[in-house]
């Protein structure tokens, strides 16, 4: 997922949250790969919500896909 068209990430809200919390600048590229793991983990929480015969992702979906 190169194309800025698909990005799922909001980047000025990226950057202000990275500069926030570790005083660190954001790289260019930065934004495409957690868009990219962001597509992962809704595509398997689909995936879950499917198995579960629904056709609403919920929380729930995500939470095992998480470790806290």
């Not at 495409?32 to 992702?57: G, M, P, W, Y």
Request: hydrophobic content about 35%; some cysteine.
């Amino acid at each position: 997922m190169s194309d800025s068209s698909n990005l799922m990430i909001v980047v000025s809200k990226l950057k202000k949250y990275i500069r926030t919390k570790g005083n660190m600048s954001t790289g260019s590229n930065a934004a495409f790969a957690l868009s990219n793991i962001v597509c992962q983990l809704c595509d398997q929480a689909i995936e879950h919500a499917k198995n579960d015969r629904r056709k609403t992702v919920k929380d729930r979906d995500f939470t095992n896909l998480i470790s806290k």
